[in-house]
């Protein structure tokens, strides 16, 4: 047994290097560059437009919406809730310490392009969804790779929600769920057993009552998360302001850095730089992964563009805001100094460093332990309809399998909470990135689908 987990361990890094490696985080940003040309760069010539009729919008008179669906905003917000989490924190950090402050541009880099890539998922999401006879509206890659690809694509879509179906019990509840366990032992010294059935009965009320109840609790936690978070940041980057100069220098001059590092060839820090600052940019905002659109689909939006421009807000607050908040903390905190995160004791302990090495006292360490409870609380919810929405796929929406699958994965917050689970947190890990596969390949297919809605939709807009 124990050389078959060896083995099997041995495996799953090797498949991960490649999921999470140059080749793919290329093809990742390049699907990315790829649609803004194809798309004639709405990130640039529409992103005031875009800004005006997502978030501008929460301020004006809202149109009647059906009392089945997702309204457009709680879609987004379920998206970034699955977006917006425990790697905002831990994984920004941890890119910084293994690729130095030149990673942030690279992560800029990637969310810049990535903008595009969302717009087109959800896009193709909104298109080619489904609505049952009840009206509840379902979609997401499987739909759009078997109806925009045809029928002879159905085995790409099945791999798919495969894939989805299983990382939903790791990145999106076993290694939430172990972050929750330690930020409640920390806030309240609350074991991490009874930590894991509090957490389990939360949501369980949430899962259970359906999309709708969790689109209602993500409306509401994802917004005051964010804020909360980020007048945290602004807070820690006015204290050190005068810094801030410093700081963008690091980040420009060490994105093309030519030096050698750790003894290693000549020129390799800047690829250090630009695969962490890639691959967490890509694994934070998740566009080309095939997840968020999962969760616009069941918008009750009938315009698929309108509601796809929210793709564009969604990598914009994810990436460049809540990402570099945290970047910048990093970095004008002085603790890459100490040379790794596991100086520290890992990435998220590094990031708890940071604020405390700026507020007061440990007034940043309970800032960060509560954002940490609440992006994971919520990464929890929303990965819990994209499984639910895999497996719907896969059984053809089996009522009774979709509510086993449900308890199960409500079960799974307590294995996540009183075990290390790290081999799963990998496993999963893995299977995120490899949901791209299939997506990418959509993607780049049905681009001309995306081109041709694009055009018609901003045709006449101002």
Known sequence: MEGFLELFTTAER???????????LVLLVGTGIFLTFRTGWIQVRWFGYIMKNTIGSL??????????????FQAVTTALAGTVGTGNIAGVTGAIFAGGPGAVFWMWVSAFFGMCTKYSEIALAMKYRETSADGIHKGG???????GLGKNWKWLAVIFAVLGGLASFGIGNIAQSSEIASALNGLFGIEPLVGGIILTVVVAVVVIGGVKRIGQVTSLLVPFMAIF??????????????????????????AFSLKAVEGAIFGIAIMK???NGFARGVFSNEAGLGSAPIAHAASSTEEPCE????GVFEVFIDTIVICTITSLAVILSGVLDAGTADAFGG???????????????TLGGTVIQISMLFFALSTILSWSYYGERCWGYISHDNQVFVLVYKVIFVLFCILGA????????????????????PNLIALLLLSGVVASMTKDYFKNRR
């Open 14 to 24: 090797a498949v991960n290097s490649f999921v999470w490696g140059p080749i793919m």
């Open 59 to 72: 301020f004006t008179k809202k149109k009647a919406v059906d009392n089945i669906n997702l309204t457009p």
């Open 141 to 147: 890659p499987m739909y759009y790779i078997e109806s």
């Open 229 to 254: 978070y980020i007048l945290a940041g602004i807070a820690v980057i006015l204290l050190r302001i005068t810094d801030i100069p410093a700081a963008f220098q690091a980040i420009f001059t060490e």
């Open 273 to 275: 730089a630009m695969q």
């Open 307 to 310: 509601q796809a421009i929210w």
């Open 347 to 361: 990435n998220g302990a590094a990031a708890v460093a940071a604020f405390n090495a700026i507020l007061p006292g």
């Open 418 to 437: 009183t075990g290390s689970g790290q081999l799963m947190w990998d496993v999963s890990d893995t299977l995120n990135g490899a949901m791209a596969i």
